[in-house]
């Protein structure tokens, strides 16, 4: 029915934003990352340049103090991108189960109504969400060669792919229904 080809195309329009949003999370991830190796190295490098103006325990004590911001520092960061992607899961289980839902809910009401209106507009919708879920694609791609810019190395980023899987979630969900 149209309803499961408008479902699969969606499907695949939201795991791809949530790839995108995962790449940016990388991004952020990686990039706090190298900027706590850097200001730990500048700033053991300054302290380093003091000479001996500083006490060797005055110098030891404040290189210990700022690793230990630095830990904090990256504790927080490592909690919030862990969290976000977290969110972000959840958010893509939810809104698939929310479409799942809405192709069965749809298929009923047109069965017990006897009017095909939705499946017409589904089947309408289809090459419109085609081209959405195509530059979605696209900016999830760039986003991945961002991050993995930032990286310096590669990282995983994921491309969404076609998934038939929920085609047949969406028919056991008319079944159930």
């Given amino acids: 029915m ?29 990039g706090n990352e190298r900027a706590v190796v850097f ?18 325990k005055t110098r030891h004590n404040a ?3 700022e690793k230990k911001l630095t830990g904090y520092y990256a504790k927080g960061v490592e909690l919030t991108s862990d969290n976000a992607d977290l969110m972000v899961n ?4 939810l809104a698939g189960k929310g479409l799942v839902q809405v192709a069965a809910n749809a298929g009923r009401f047109e069965k ?14 289809v090459p419109a969400a ?23 190395k590669t ?7 076609a998934k038939r899987a929920v085609a047949k979630k969406v028919v056991r969900a008319r079944k159930a229904a």
């Fill in 112 to 125: 017990s109504i006897g009017v095909t209106t939705l499946s017409t507009l589904a089947t309408a919708a």
């Fill in 130 to 152: 085609k081209a959405v879920t195509k530059v979605a694609a696209q900016i999830e791609a760039k986003s991945g060669v961002l991050a993995s810019k930032i990286a310096g």
């Fill in 2 to 30: 149209a309803n499961q080809k408008l479902a699969t195309v969606t499907n695949e329009l939201i795991e791809s934003y949530g790839n995108t949003a995962k790449n940016v999370i990388n991004a952020y991830r990686v």
């Fill in 39 to 56: 200001m730990d190295q500048a700033f053991v490098s300054a302290i380093g340049k003091t000479g001996t103006r500083l006490s060797a």
């Fill in 155 to 161: 990282v995983k980023a994921k491309v969404a792919t």
């Fill in 63 to 65: 290189v210990a103090a």
């Fill in 90 to 93: 959840k958010a893509v289980e």
